[in-house]
Structure formats: structure tokens, C-alpha cells
């Protein structure tokens, strides 16, 4: 609604994925909507692999998901998926802020997960590639409750490339235009429990899918998707306007 009443109001839209603005156009006839990608900064040599605390260092592979820890993120399938996972198979870890007042770490635990999952606290943003690059496969589980979701490129996909990783992701339009594109990582069903467990197993035993997967979303994320390509667009947007005051407006 906030949306509807404001939009033509304002000098400047700006979203984030092509579908977004494709949707976006639909409803908002006339206005011109500009794209500015979620893209991080370079990291031209990475932080060294580290132990993760509260992480067993011999369960396998690190499959990480970082961000907050909400509903509609497919945390629930995915917490469903441990339980399909072996023991010693991969660690599954879960890094961010905690926004289900405990339900989901409840959840969690009350159905054991086969000893496979580990939910740590969110850590400062300037220690994130740290984390980030001693994981080996990232996750993004996302589900299709909302356009927000279904035409999301979240920075923790670019994250995950800058860092090497191998990206299981949702079965998403965005998403999956990139990861094919880019090739550098697999596409899941998100609903599915068995399918994200298949996935991760499949992807967690393939060290050499990981690492050729791993190098070309590093690659692309080196060329391609960094935050300053993407701050010459934004700071040229803010440019058209510099100098030109409010004009009553309120902006």
C-alpha cells in the first residue's frame, strides 16, 4: 500500500533483480525503475580457512547458511533434511540472529538431527568472509511465499561466490539464472526435505563439482559482481539530484 501511494511520487526507484523491475514496470506503468545489484566489495586474496567455534572439526564438510534465522527461508525443510543426513556425513551450520524467539533452535533440538547441525550466533560483518571462506558449500533455501523471495538475489549469494563456495539455492527464477549462467552451484526444490538432503550429500561427496563450482563463482564474483561497478550506478542516480533541494517534497 505504502508502495502504491508513494511510488510516483519519487525522483528515483531503484530494486534489485531485473524481475523485480520487470514486475515492478507491470504494476507501475510509466515509471522508470533502476537496477543496483546487491553486489560486496572485492576480496582479492581471501582469509585463511579457520576452525569455526562450537563446530566439530570432524564431521565432514561445512555446509553453511548465514543470515538471519526466519520463517520462509526454508530452515524448517532444512533442519526436516538433517534428520535424513548420516552422522559424520557433513556439518550443517546455521550463523546469524535468531528472529523465531527460539522455534526454530527449538526445533532443532527437540528432533535431534542426527547430531548434524550446529546454530551459532551472528558474528560482526567485517568477520563474515572469514566464516564465510571456511565453510565449503553455502545455502539459500528460500521459498516461494512472496515475490520478495521469488525475485530475490540475497548478498549472501554474492558473498558465497566472492568466498569460493558452492551454492545449493532454490529452484527461484534470479537465483537460478545466475547459478546456470555462472555455473556454480545446483539448483533444489526447497520444499523437499529428501531433495536437500540428496543435495547436499550428492554435492558434499563430489570434491572436485565443489572446487570447479567453488573457483567459477569466484571468478564471476572477481569480474563481474563487485560493490563498485555498482556504487557508480547508485552515486550517478544520486547525482541527477545533487544540488537540487528537497523542493517541498519532503525528500
Not at 196 to 209: F, K, P, Q, T, Y
Not at 246 to 251: C, Q
Amino acid at each position: 500500500l505504502a508502495e502504491r501511494l508513494l511510488i510516483r511520487r519519487a525522483d528515483a526507484v531503484i530494486a534489485v533483480t531485473r524481475g523485480r523491475i520487470g514486475v515492478m514496470e507491470e504494476m507501475y506503468p510509466g515509471v522508470r525503475i533502476e537496477l543496483v545489484e546487491n553486489c560486496p566489495e572485492a576480496i582479492p586474496e581471501l582469509p585463511p580457512r579457520g576452525r569455526l567455534d562450537g563446530v566439530p572439526e570432524d564431521g565432514g564438510p561445512i555446509v553453511l547458511y548465514q543470515g538471519a534465522i526466519a520463517y520462509e527461508r526454508g530452515l524448517e525443510k532444512l533442519i526436516e533434511a538433517c534428520g535424513l543426513l548420516p552422522v559424520g556425513s557433513v556439518r550443517v551450520v546455521m550463523i546469524g540472529p535468531d528472529a523465531t524467539s527460539g522455534v526454530l533452535p527449538a526445533m532443532a533440538r527437540e528432533r535431534d538431527v542426527n547430531g548434524v547441525l550446529s546454530i551459532l550466533p551472528p558474528v560482526p560483518s567485517e568477520k563474515l568472509p572469514g566464516v564465510t571462506a571456511s565453510a565449503d558449500i553455502g545455502l539459500i533455501l528460500f521459498q516461494n511465499t512472496c515475490p520478495n523471495h521469488y525475485y530475490s538475489l540475497p548478498n549472501k549469494l554474492y558473498e558465497y561466490m566472492m568466498a569460493g563456495l558452492p551454492i545449493i539455492a532454490s529452484d527461484l527464477p534470479e537465483m537460478a539464472g545466475l547459478i546456470c549462467r555462472e555455473r556454480c552451484g545446483m539448483l533444489i526444490d526447497p520444499e523437499s526435505p529428501r531433495a536437500i538432503a540428496e543435495g547436499i550429500l550428492g554435492l558434499a561427496s563430489d570434491g572436485a563439482a565443489r572446487t570447479e563450482m567453488g573457483g567459477n563463482g569466484r571468478a564471476a564474483a572477481l569480474a563481474r559482481y563487485t560493490w563498485p561497478a555498482q556504487a557508480a550506478v547508485l552515486t550517478g542516480i544520486y547525482g541527477r539530484f545533487a544540488g537540487c533541494g528537497a523542493r517541498g517534497r519532503g525528500r
